[in-house]
């Protein structure tokens, strides 16, 4: 199915601390997502009944890490198109590295030929008015008032309000999306980091202002798009604004963004206080004991697998549900990194640091071992044991 003959399109952004390939990518959003969106979201099978069409995926490598786009056309409808578009950005890992997918939004075609059709008849309007008659100036003078009003603009691939070149303070805001809706208020100097990393131009317009606000989302995203604005940015932001609890700058009414720019801090006050919240979240997430957890029915259908199995022998566990051969500890890694489409991994043996990794590189998320640690997931990878099941 071609892009132009689907519904939408889903538009998203990917970062990966590390080398990969297009294989790689196309690779983790189908093993990844799998099982994870019921039977009727299979994306395979969507895609080979021609409801969904091929990931397009354009990367580009500069010293050792990789950026790049993800499209995918969509001809099923809008809440099961959203829903696979939200299961994009649970992919963490693609192969050994660290991945970051955002979904950009997601393009209504129909609306989009819409739009061209307005276009495109606004282009014929002027020419019509153009050749016409003296009396038809009060159209043209009409359509140009149009092109005078304040629009956005692009700054090195940034979407930006128009003032943000000439004004002494400018407000740095996660996507385009939410620049268009502080124009809307009559705010004219934001501008979008895009989401796909904070480009140097960003670093050097930011030096140049007296005063740099980042006014971000008020949920865990907002805070760690913050804590990376500041790590680029150093000293050059100077305030933070936050949305309120959970909501997003681009769904935020007047009088709320008005309130929370009144309300900026101190950028070194506000990022020291998120910095401590965000590290006592992890502490608490990597400190649960393993007796607290609850396999998912998926794992809990791995434990006749270690049945049978010689201690440190291990099973790699395939997408249809089908397990390896045992394999011994030395060729584990050998095969975890020839394997296509794993899923899990069955451990006949405590869940340890080498294991942790060993699944990690391999994209597996899932781990289940004769006994586990005090820490139960690491990299990525959640570890469960028999008292789980």
Known sequence: MSA???????????????????????????????????????????????????????????????QGEISLSSSIDQVSTAVIGAALETIDRIGPCKAVIKVKGIENIRSAKRDNVIDRAKTLLLNMVNSGQDDSKNILDEVRAVLTLDTEKDISGMTAGPNVADSDAIIIVEGRNDVRNLLKFGIKNAIATMGSGIQDELVTLAKSKTTVIAFVDGDRGGRLLLMELSGKLGKSLTHVALAPQSREVEHLEGK?????LSQKEAANKIVSRLQAELAKEDDAAVGRGAESLEAPDEVKEWA?????????????????????????????????SESEGAIGLVFSGKVNDRIFDLASGAGIENVMGTSVGKVTRKSGVQAYSASNL
């Open 304 to 336: 006749g697998m270690l049945d049978g199995l010689k201690r440190n022998q291990a099973i790699i566990v395939n997408a249809d549900g089908s397990g390896s051969e045992p394999i011994g500890a030395s060729k584990l890694e050998e095969e975890l």
């Open 256 to 260: 709320v963004i008005t309130k929370c």
């Open 4 to 66: 132009t003959e689907g519904k939408y399109i889903i538009h998203a952004t990917i970062r990966c601390d590390g080398t990969v390939a297009r294989k790689d990518v196309v690779g983790a959003i189908f093993g990844q997502t799998e099982g994870l969106l019921g039977d009727q979201l299979q994306l395979r099978k969507l895609q080979r009944t021609g409801r969904i069409g091929h990931v397009d995926v354009t990367l580009n490598q500069n010293k050792g890490k990789v």
